[in-house]
């Protein structure tokens, strides 16, 4: 398969999806949540910045009960509320995570367990690649980057290795950056100890994080009253921006806490859901969604 979607029933009964009503997709991927929308009668806008999501979404989403009830469009989800010109919406859906097609493919150079040229990148129009980000970023920010994105300890000996290793010729390859990574890292009880460091370099070439905390609020002006947001994350880092987010949404009172009494007349505009997390089950057919969590909010 493309891809498969995690936690894909439990989407489906938080977004409680109604006929002819108007869904997002912000990561279309291969359309396993989108399907699940469109099955139920609704209406779908698709954003992916991947053109081989888009294609495959079109290939999958090629039946007569579906025609005319879909828009799909390449575009980061980022830029949603440009892409939606003040419709409102009824839910929308966010996997954070990169599909099992991009890691699988090993001309995207995502994975460290297969060798391809050092890429990388979500979209593949895009300027900036991993060969660019391991090649040509100072030491300074090559540090900045695995310690913040990856928390790697041994960022400084991996950074040694890189700026030594890429006088004498390029690294090129994912294999040459993963053999780079083990070499820089004591050896431990440790399966994939060059893990971090990917998620790392991943995270920069395609601006994971920089305004997601803005595109969740976007995405949330966009629903209409009762609407719900639901967001899948995968890492620490995600977790963090996605919950922050929720919270500043969910939240009254705003006040200094050293007030004696509220004056700010704060109101929350959003009612958080219970926190979801994948079954042993859903793990044991699909160990890629082990590390998943799944938050959503309502718009009251």
Known sequence: MYHIPILADKITDLLKI????????????????????????GRLVGIDRDMDAISECERRF?????????????DNFKNAKDVLQDRKLSGAVLD?????HQIDDPTRGMSYRFDGALDMRMDKDAPLSAFDVINSYPEDRLLKILFEYGDEKFSRNIVRNILKSRESKPIATTKEFAELVRRSIPAKNEA????????????????????????IKDIFDCLEQGA???????????HKIVKSAFNDLSAGCI????LP??????????RLLKKVVPSKDEIESNSRSASATLRAIEKI
């Open 96 to 100: 954070l995570g990169i599909s099992s």
């Open 18 to 41: 109604q006929k002819d009503k108007l869904y997002l997709d912000g990561t279309l991927g291969g359309g396993g949540h989108s399907e699940r929308i469109l099955m139920a009668g």
């Open 261 to 270: 009494q509220c004056v700010c007349t704060h109101m929350p505009v959003g």
């Open 228 to 238: 719900r947001l639901c967001i899948l994350s995968f890492h620490s880092l995600e």
């Open 192 to 215: 994939h100890p060059e893990k971090r460091a990917f998620q790392a370099i991943r995270i920069e070439v395609n601006n994971e994080l920089r305004g997601l905390d803005k595109a």
């Open 62 to 74: 090629d039946k007569k009960e579906f025609e005319g009830r879909f828009e799909l469009i390449k």
């Open 255 to 258: 006040c200094d806490k050293a």
